[in-house]
């Protein structure tokens, strides 16, 4: 008996799942799935089959032809959720599963109609990421085990149902409609995605398309237009796309996450929307995931870094590869060296929010007993970027380049841990393990030394301010990026005429670009520049991601003035988070006594 995923109750001596067939009905009245899983086993078992489980009711249990199972759901693990266990009889091939979900699931949001940018129909979507698919479906939650799925969604008729599959058909049947998916490439369970609410789209090419609510639709398919050239892009650094199709859908306003990942269709943020296309950054990485973390994905939560620190990697070559973030033209890397540069600052913060948990500085990480959603920071992003960026300065770009293509091809439709990695790498490319201390940066806390340091004269320009306001037509050439990494160098807390005359001269409080937005506002907030606290309000109370909360939310809390404001907010607000966002404000306020 072993458990080789400690988020996970799947022995390694119990039959494992190939296939999932599975049929749900959308209750939005009760906010609930009735739902029937059928999981087909790679090869039939017998015995115990212990399954993953998180506020399911659990209605009846039977063989694939009908027979009813013996059954037992243990009392719930406050991570793991609980454990179903079906005694199987000799030679099961597979089992059927019916099952109620729970209205407060934690892969489910469900929006009234006043949360949708229209205003008149409800809307559903899951986030299964980490280890949520359990309360969507009883199976073994575990990246270890790949399955293949086929789906069917009963949903009101005037919606539409996506999933993050191959469309095969709907059917209406008069006040409701039966949309059918296929998902014929083997996933990890947390890839599991849909939604259900009125939904349109525009293609943006031969292979992709955006789905967004009609009132949405147009200004995503403006933002996203670059999306095909971006797809060919990639593939010639990493080869053919994999999945056939990379349609985006554009979320709504609470969506926890700057993006998704799911094969076929990338869930994405709406603040991607700046009207300038300068934030598709975010959209590059959610495609270099199709070839690193859904194609060659992290055998769990404690291999983590190998699904983001490549994929922070891929990103950067392939905005890199286009000129930048809008294909202007940025040959010489500037736009990925300001990434790069912001992405250390990120790093760095966590690494002192850490610097009392040095264990979650490693890429490789023990997580028993630790919730995946807890233990989550910039760590595994940046920190394995910068391990993958010292493997490549030790061997040179070409012959990094040409390990990166082995590694996806050997190991396409796999799951890896750290040590498997490891080793391959020593077999693959002696000549790094050779310069590199990879047990230093895998195992090892915190940055080792002598790691990458972005370079850059757009870099070195701000660095020179030095804390002092550029003169406006340096501000006016610069770009999100460089506006980000000199708000985040001004002095914590910045006197009060610094954040006056900045507020006056550049309309920062009225920035439509939540990544300059929310730079901004958190060093308002920790300076006390009380014009800016309304529009701290507006943003938490219309923006669900996580990323813009936190801070926001930290800031608020850490000072005794804004604390109560800070309460106040969250009370008001919560509803309207996704229940995994909802967790991590919790947290942050009683960190800080709020």
Request: include cysteine; aromatic fraction near 8%.
């Amino acid at each position: 008996m072993a458990r080789l995923d400690p988020h996970s109750w799947n022995d390694t001596t119990q039959p494992e799942t190939e296939r999932l067939t599975w049929r749900a009905k959308v209750d939005f009245a009760t906010r609930t799935l009735e739902a029937e899983a059928e999981l087909t086993f790679r090869l039939p078992g017998a015995g115990s089959l212990d399954l993953d489980t998180r506020d399911l009711a659990i209605a009846s249990v039977s063989t694939s032809d009908g027979k009813p199972l013996e059954f037992m759901v243990a009392a719930p693990d406050p991570i793991l959720g609980a454990r179903l266990r079906v005694i199987l009889p000799e030679a099961t091939a597979g089992i059927r599963i019916r099952y109620r979900t729970a209205p407060g699931a934690s892969a489910l949001q469900w929006l009234t109609p006043a949360q949708t940018a229209g205003g008149e129909h409800p809307y559903l979507f899951s986030q299964c990421q980490a280890i949520h698919a359990r309360s969507v479906v009883p199976l073994q939650d575990t990246p270890r085990i790949r399955i293949r799925y086929r789906a069917e969604l009963t949903v009101p008729v005037r919606l539409r149902a996506l999933m993050a599959a191959a469309f095969v058909g709907r059917e209406e049947r008069g006040a409701v409609a039966v949309e059918r998916w296929e998902m014929p490439q083997p996933i990890p369970p947390y890839l599991f995605a849909f939604a259900v609410g009125d939904l349109v789209s525009r293609d943006l090419g031969a292979r992709s398309r955006v789905w967004a609510e009609p009132a949405v639709v147009e200004r995503a398919a403006w933002e996203f237009a670059t999306v095909d050239a971006m797809l060919h892009t990639a593939e010639e650094l990493f080869g053919p796309y994999p999945w056939e199709r990379f349609d985006l859908l554009t979320m709504p306003p609470s969506f926890p996450y700057g993006g998704m990942e799911n094969p076929r269709l990338t869930f994405l943020t709406p603040t991607l929307l700046a009207g300038d296309r300068s934030l598709v950054n975010v959209v590059a990485h959610e495609l270099a995931h199709s070839w690193t973390g859904n194609l060659v994905s992290n055998a769990s939560a404690e291999h983590f870094w190998l699904n983001e620190g490549f994929t922070v990697f891929a990103e950067r070559r392939i905005v890199e590869a286009l000129g930048g973030v809008g294909g202007g033209g940025d040959s010489d890397g500037e736009e990925v060296a300001l990434q790069a540069a912001i992405g250390r600052r990120d790093l760095d913060r966590d690494l002192e929010q850490f610097r009392d948990r040095p264990d979650l500085t490693r890429l490789r990480t023990h997580l028993e007993g630790i919730d995946p959603d807890e233990a989550f920071s910039r760590v595994p992003y940046e920190k394995g970027y910068l391990f993958l960026r010292t493997l490549e300065e030790s061997v040179g770009r070409a012959a990094f380049s040409a390990f990166l293509r082995r590694y996806i091809d050997a190991f396409r439709f796999q799951t890896l841990t750290s040590e498997e990695f490891a080793a391959w790498l020593a077999k693959e490319l002696p000549e790094a393990v050779a310069q590199v201390d990879v047990a230093a940066w895998i195992d090892g806390p915190g940055i080792p030394a002598g790691a990458p340091a972005p370079r850059s004269a757009r870099l070195d320009a701000i660095a020179r301010l030095d804390g002092r306001l550029p003169d406006d037509a340096t501000a006016r050439a610069w770009t999100p990026t460089e506006w980000q990494l000199f708000l985040e160098s001004l002095a914590r807390p910045s006197p009060q005429e610094t954040c006056r005359a900045l507020d006056q001269r550049f309309q920062l409080t009225a920035s439509g670009n939540h990544e300059v937005l929310v730079a901004w506002l958190v060093v308002a907030a920790e300076s006390g520049y009380a014009p800016a606290l309304p529009r701290i309000e507006e943003v938490l109370a219309s923006v669900g991601r996580m990323k813009y909360l936190k801070p926001l939310y930290t800031a608020l809390a850490k000072a005794p003035s804004t604390r109560d404001l800070a309460r106040r907010c969250f009370a008001r607000c919560r509803d309207g988070y996704h229940p995994i966002a909802q967790q991590v404000i919790e947290a942050v306020l009683q960190q800080h006594h709020a």
